[in-house]
């Protein structure tokens, strides 16, 4: 069993930044992976960023490469996302995942294969 919540979303304009924190609690967050995702309104919930267990490989959805960096703090049992220069698409309810029994980091893209969510963060990006 895994707990998970998040915090730090919240409104900013165009060009702003935001980190999002997900600390996690149950089974040792360090034996792993970690991913987030998001949903606008009116779409599917869609893949941002994943972790691997140790921190040493990560993987982004094109569209957030070179503004967004997903790290973890296994010490903290906390993962984060630092959100650069956003943009209004950015806005969406951001979800941490963990994926507790390992997966190909193609299938780390799907949400099927997370196990437990936290319940959710809301960043608007205004324009």
């Known amino acids: 069993q895994v707990q998970l919540v998040e915090s730090g979303g919240g409104l900013v304009q165009a060009g702003g930044s935001l980190r999002l924190s997900c600390a996690a609690s149950?089974?040792?967050?360090?034996?792993?992976?970690m991913g987030w995702f998001r949903q606008a309104p009116g779409k599917e919930r869609e893949f941002v960023t994943a972790i691997s267990w140790r921190g040493g490989t990560t993987y982004y959805e094109d569209s957030v490469k070179g503004r967004f960096t997903i790290s973890r703090d296994n010490a903290l049992n906390t993962v984060y996302l630092q959100m650069n220069s956003l943009k209004p698409e950015d806005t969406a309810v951001y979800y941490c995942a963990a994926n507790l029994y390992g997966s190909s980091w193609r299938e780390l893209t799907k949400d099927r294969e997370y196990d437990y969510w936290g319940q959710g963060a809301q960043v608007i990006v205004s324009s």
């Open positions: 149950g089974r040792t967050f360090s034996t792993y992976a």
